[in-house]
């Protein structure tokens, strides 16, 4: 008896919460951008440092691996392959590398996986 569920569910699983995610982090920073705000305006500049850096790309890595096996192995993908793996290679590329919200979301959860009670 397989308790898995199939591997075209994973994948469409996969993808409409990788579509979600896009939608949520452009609405984000579209509010930011554009959004009017007070008299006071702060600029920063952040310096991540090695261990941070090395949470982005393990994470980047293992998403994109994940996502890599999901296509690799649904029969649904078949001949959409190559057109899948590049749309999420920038996808996921644009979340982890020119999106700040997500960034910060990403090494927040790092942060609160790692802390001891």
Known sequence: MNFL????????????????????????????????????????????????MAIFTGTFATTLALFYAAIDVADAASGHKSFLVAADFVAIGYLFLFNGWFRNLVLASAIALTREP
Request: net charge positive; aromatic share 4%; hydrophobic share 50%.
């Open 5 to 52: 569920p199939p591997d075209d569910a994973v994948l469409v699983t996969m993808h409409t919460a990788l579509a979600g995610i896009l939608i949520v982090a452009g609405i984000v920073a579209l509010r930011t951008r554009f959004r009017r705000r007070g008299g006071f305006e702060a600029s920063a500049v952040v310096t991540r440092g090695p261990q941070s």
